[in-house]
């Protein structure tokens, strides 16, 4: 069982940056690939971007390349989601997720996942 706690939403305007954090407890989360998911009212959950677990790929979704790093500190147990250029269509609960998978971007394709943590971007 892997226990999964997100950190660092908040409410910025457009254009603003915001980091999210994601501590990992119970077993060993290094072994699992990590990923962010957001989903916003009267939507499905959708991707964000995902690492693998030992952080030698990333993936991310067209809408966020260029603007989201996803990185990982495996001594420290914790995923991070650095987010630039922050627009109102970005405005969601974001989840973090571990996956079974060497990489993954469906959520059937993961086991655990975070309570979220609210993301509002102003215009």
């Known amino acids: 069982q892997v226990q999964l706690t997100e950190s660092g939403g908040g409410l910025v305007q457009a254009g603003d940056s915001l980091r999210l954090s994601c501590a990992a407890s119970g077993r060993t989360s290094s072994n699992y690939a990590m990923g962010w998911f957001r989903q916003a009212p009267g939507k499905e959950r959708e991707f964000v971007t995902a690492i693998s677990w030992n952080g030698g790929r990333t993936d991310y979704a067209d809408s966020v390349k260029g603007r989201f790093t996803i990185s990982r500190d495996n001594a420290k147990n914790t995923v991070n989601l650095q987010m630039n250029g922050l627009r109102p269509e970005d405005t969601a609960v974001y989840y973090c997720?571990?996956?079974?998978?060497?990489?993954?971007?469906?959520?059937?394709?993961?086991?655990?996942w975070g309570q979220g943590t609210q993301v509002t971007v102003s215009s």
């Open positions: 997720a571990a996956s079974n998978f060497y990489i993954a971007r469906s959520v059937r394709e993961y086991n655990y």
